[in-house]
Nanobody, 120 residues
Framework: QVQLVESGGGLVQPGGSLRLSCAAS????????MTWYRQAPGKERELVAR????????YYADSVKGRFTISRDNAKNTVYLEMNSLKPEDTAAYYC?????????????WGQGTQVTVSS
């Protein structure tokens, strides 16, 4: 069955770094655009970063540009989010989403989320 499993979250001090992973199974990973979202308590879910199916193009929210890097390894069916210079306002549950773009736009899947807490 389809699975997206996030990992790598935790507690980190301001200015620190974390690397999130999202391991996919049950579908053809290389046919899907992958996106990281986050949701803080009491706030709406927001897009953090997106990477195309081939990995050749990325997009970042202004709030994370220059600090976060999204990447993917299609051989390992995994997408990553490298987070540096973390701030307390980065505290949130982080989710990955897969959206099929090949051969046609279609199915969409979500992971269960991983918590990131930035605090001293």
């Amino acid at each position: 069955q389809v699975q997206l499993v996030e990992s790598g979250g935790g507690l980190v001090q301001p200015g620190g770094s974390l690397r999130l992973s999202c391991a996919a199974s049950g579908f053809t990973f290389s046919n899907y655009t992958m996106t990281w979202y986050r949701q803080a308590p009491g706030k709406e879910r927001e897009l953090v970063a997106r990477i195309t199916y081939s990995g050749t193009s990325t997009y970042y929210a202004d709030s994370v540009k220059g600090r976060f890097t999204i990447s993917r390894d299609n051989a390992k069916n995994t997408v990553y989010l490298e987070m540096n210079s973390l701030k307390p306002e980065d505290t949130a549950a982080y989710y990955c989403k897969a959206k099929r773009v090949l051969p046609t736009w279609g199915a969409e899947y979500w992971g269960q989320g991983t918590q990131v807490t930035v605090s001293s």
